[in-house]
């Protein structure tokens, strides 16, 4: 069997993240795409890192371009083209800025890649994923954003360290867009099965959900840009539950059709990821507090994709 081959779209902080992990997992030949007047920043990182594979034992190829033809027949393409946020900016304030580069890269990878499986990371998240899905008119199997794993993450490992438990044994959940009003749930969030209210007083869970909904703003605080490890190594889960076939139960922003009451919005909800794409979306019960909470977080991501609508 020939082997994968994944597209990179921007060679930034994140997309020499996702080439560096896509090599060392082996996944599959990687492709660092960038705009041509970065086209040598895009093959150097590229060079940088295959020389890298060499010394690891690696088999695969990393190369860089500006060229989309070289992104033919790509079986997974990670989307991270535009710009990040600075201190004292929103995501949704990247709007203006992302969403000609999210069309551009849309209507040239419906035209070079297909049938690829595609992970948005671009903000603002929700929005940048409707607009591809709109614009390619591809299907919601194949088309997901990630922010639910990262945001996740970051409550999970609040969490191990507030409750001074394994990170291994924490399980959570971040549900919602990818943004400010996003909805950690903590109905659903246990340390192996046990609920975490055993464990963590109220006060303090109070403070690492809004220190979870705030995550990536105070990263952009400390270094004057977006974080980029836990972002990339969150969407080479996603690919790699694809890639392997794994059935992996993540948060991912999905294409709504009715579920959990919404239609026509990309959002984040617990999603089996698996050859198929988005294989299945589950519906969990949440309480009252949280679906206001959704609903909330709803209205923001609407509000977002309400501009990207009327600007055609
Ligand atoms: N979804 C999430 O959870 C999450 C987390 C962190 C960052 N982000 C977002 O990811 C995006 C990338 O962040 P970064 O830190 O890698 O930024 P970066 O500036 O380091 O890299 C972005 C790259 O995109 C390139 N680019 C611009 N237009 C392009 C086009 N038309 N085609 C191809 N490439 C193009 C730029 O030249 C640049 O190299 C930002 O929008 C950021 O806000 C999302």
């Not at 660092?32 to 088999?59: C, H, M, R, V």
């Not at 949280?290 to 609407?302: H, I, R, Y």
């Amino acid at each position: 069997m020939a082997r994968k081959k994944i597209g990179l779209i921007g060679a930034g902080n994140i997309g020499g993240e996702l080439a560096n992990l896509a090599m060392t997992r082996q996944l599959g030949d990687v492709v660092l795409f960038d705009i041509p007047a970065k086209e040598n920043f895009a093959k150097g990182k590229a060079l940088d890192l295959e020389q890298t594979s060499a010394l690891l034992g690696k088999d695969c190829s990393v190369t860089g371009t500006s060229k989309w033809e070289d992104l033919a027949g790509a079986d997974v393409l990670i989307v991270t083209a535009g710009i990040p946020r600075k201190p004292g900016q929103s995501r949704d304030d990247l709007v203006a800025t992302n969403l000609p580069i999210i069309r551009d890269v849309a209507d040239a990878a419906k035209k070079h890649c297909p049938d690829a499986f595609v992970i948005v990371i671009s903000n603002p998240l929700d929005a940048m994923v409707y607009e591809y899905k709109r614009r390619t008119g591809g299907s919601r199997q194949k088309i997901v954003g990630m922010a639910g794993v990262l945001d996740s993450a970051r409550f999970s490992l609040f969490l191990a360290r507030e409750a001074n438990a394994s990170i291994k044994d924490v399980r959570t959940m971040v549900l919602g867009g990818h943004g400010d009003d996003m909805v950690p749930v903590l109905s659903h969030c246990t340390v192996n099965g046990v609920p975490i209210q055993k464990l963590v007083k109220q006060e303090a869970l109070d403070k690492i959900v809004d220190r979870t909904r705030k995550g990536g703003g105070e990263i952009v605080g400390l270094m004057g840009t977006s974080a980029y490890y836990a972002p990339a190594f969150s969407a080479i889960a996603m690919a790699e539950a694809y890639l392997l076939d794994q059935k992996r139960l993540l948060a991912s922003a999905v294409y709504l059709e009715g579920e959990y009451g919404y239609k026509d919005l990309y959002m984040g909800v617990p999603a089996v990821i698996g050859a198929g794409g988005v294989e299945k979306i589950l519906e969990l019960d949440l309480n009252d507090a949280e679906k206001a909470m959704l609903k909330k977080s709803a209205d923001s991501v609407q509000k977002v994709v309400d501009i990207v609508k009327a600007s055609t």
